[in-house]
C-alpha cells in the first residue's frame, strides 16, 4: 500500500482544513487507517484513527469533539476533517495504514505511511 497524504496549508484559528489520504491498492478497505502528527523536537503522536470498514473510529482527547476521521473506501481516501483550529494544531501530519487496529500509537504498529503535510495555524 502507498499513501500520500495532502490538503495542508496555513489557515487563521478558528478555521478548518480537510486533509486527504490516497492510498494505491485494491485491498485498502482491510486496512485500519490513522492520522498521526509531530512537531519539531517532539514524538510522533496518533491523533485519530478509523477501521478498514470504518465502522469504529479512535480521537486523541487533544482533536476530540473538533476533527472527523471519514474513510471512501471505494476511491481509496481516508479524511480527516479540521474544525475550530488552534495554534496548538500546528504540525506535520501524516497517515498511515496497519492491517490490525491499533490505538496504541505505537509506529511501529503502523506499516505503511504517508509523506507528511504541513498544517499550520496561525493566532
Known amino acids: 500500500v502507498q499513501l500520500q497524504a495532502y490538503g495542508g496549508g496555513l489557515v487563521q484559528a478558528g478555521g478548518s482544513l480537510r486533509l486527504s489520504c490516497a492510498a494505491s491498492g485494491r485491498t485498502f478497505s482491510t486496512y485500519a487507517t490513522g492520522w498521526f502528527r509531530q512537531t519539531p523536537g517532539k514524538e510522533r503522536k496518533l491523533i485519530a484513527a478509523?477501521?478498514?470498514?470504518?465502522?469504529?473510529?479512535y480521537y486523541a482527547d487533544s482533536v476530540k469533539g473538533r476533527f472527523t476521521i471519514s474513510r471512501d473506501n471505494a476511491n481509496n481516501t481516508v479524511y480527516l476533517q479540521m474544525n475550530s483550529l488552534k495554534p496548538e494544531d500546528t504540525a506535520v501530519y501524516y497517515c498511515?495504514?496497519?492491517?490490525?487496529?491499533?490505538?496504541?500509537?505505537?509506529?511501529?504498529?503502523?506499516?505503511?505511511w504517508g509523506q507528511g503535510t504541513q498544517v499550520t495555524v496561525s493566532s
Open positions: 478509523i477501521t478498514g470498514s470504518g465502522g469504529s473510529t
Open positions: 498511515a495504514a496497519t492491517l490490525y487496529w491499533s490505538t496504541r500509537g505505537n509506529l511501529n504498529d503502523y506499516n505503511y
